[in-house]
T-cell receptor, first 114, second 115 residues
Framework: DAKTTQPTSMDCAEGRAANLPCNHS???????VYWYRQIHSQGPQYIIH???NNETNEMASLIITEDRKSSTLILPHATLRDTAVYYC???????????????FGTGTRLKVLA | GAVVSQHPSRVICKSGTSVKIECRSL??????MFWYRQFPKQSLMLMAT?????????EQGVEKDKFLINHASLTLSTLTVTSAHPEDSSFYIC???????????FGSGTRLTVV
C-alpha cells in the first residue's frame, strides 16, 4: 500500500501559487519524500525530493514539516501547463531484491484555471 | 541525464498474440527496473520489479506467466504480454533506478490496445 495520502483534486488560478499537501505519517527517519507529476498519457516526471530540509529547484519548492509526517509541494506561479496529476511518494522496501520500489497513491489532480 | 527510453509508444495487436515492450536506460546503468500498468483515470499500479541477471519479483495478483520480464543487461528490460486479451489493453510504463537516493526515472509509456 502507498505510504502517502493526498487530496484527490485541487484547482488553482493561473499565476498564483499552487500548494499541494501530502501526509506521510509512517515515514522512517532516513526515507526521502519524492514528488512527481504526470501529464495526460505520459510517464511521470520527477519534480523534487527531500529528506528533512526544505528544498527548492527551478520547478518547485518542497516544505517538509519538522516531524516529517507531512510535506507541501509549492508551484510558485502556476501555469496552464502545470495541469497534471501530482504524486507524493515514499519508497517501500522491496523484500526479495533488497531495493526500494515506488507505490503510487491516488495523487492530486491539479487543474490550473485561466 | 538519466533518460529512460520506452518502445514502442503505441501498439495494437490481435487477441491471442504476444507483444514485447522495451525499456532502456540511455545514459546510466540501471540495476533495477520497474514495470507499471495504468488504466484510464487510475493511478499507476506496480506489476513487477526487474533486477539485472535475476528473476523478476511480481506483485501480488500479477500473473508471471502472462507478463514475462527479462532484464538481461544493465540498460535493457523487456516486458512481454503473452496471449494478449482485450482486458490487457492499458498504458504500460517502466522506470529505472541508479544506486543512491536519486529519484527513479520513468519512460514515456506504451499504449497497448488488444483487438
Amino acid at each position: 500500500d502507498a505510504k502517502t495520502t493526498q487530496p484527490t483534486s485541487m484547482d488553482c488560478a493561473e499565476g498564483r501559487a499552487a500548494n499541494l499537501p501530502c501526509n506521510h505519517s509512517t515515514i522512517s527517519g532516513n526515507e526521502y519524500v519524492y514528488w512527481y507529476r504526470q501529464i495526460h498519457s505520459q510517464g511521470p516526471q520527477y519534480i523534487i525530493h527531500g529528506l528533512k530540509n526544505n528544498e527548492t529547484n527551478e520547478m518547485a519548492s518542497l516544505i517538509i514539516t519538522e516531524d516529517r509526517k507531512s510535506s507541501t509541494l509549492i508551484l510558485p506561479h502556476a501555469t496552464l501547463r502545470d495541469t497534471a496529476v501530482y504524486y507524493c511518494i515514499v519508497r517501500v522496501p522491496e523484500r526479495t531484491s533488497g531495493t526500494y520500489k515506488y507505490i503510487f497513491g491516488t495523487g492530486t489532480r491539479l487543474k490550473v484555471l485561466a | 541525464g538519466a533518460v529512460v527510453s520506452q518502445h514502442p509508444s503505441r501498439v495494437i495487436c490481435k487477441s491471442g498474440t504476444s507483444v514485447k515492450i522495451e525499456c532502456r536506460s540511455l545514459d546510466f546503468q540501471a540495476t533495477t527496473m520497474f514495470w507499471y500498468r495504468q488504466f484510464p483515470k487510475q493511478s499507476l499500479m506496480l506489476m513487477a520489479t526487474s533486477n539485472e541477471g535475476s528473476k523478476a519479483t511480481y506483485e501480488q495478483g500479477v500473473e508471471k506467466d502472462k507478463f514475462l520480464i527479462n532484464h538481461a543487461s544493465l540498460t535493457l528490460s523487456t516486458l512481454t504480454v503473452t496471449s494478449a486479451h482485450p482486458e490487457d489493453s492499458s498504458f504500460y510504463i517502466c522506470s529505472a533506478t541508479r544506486t543512491g537516493n536519486y529519484g527513479y526515472t520513468f519512460g514515456s509509456g506504451t499504449r497497448l490496445t488488444v483487438v
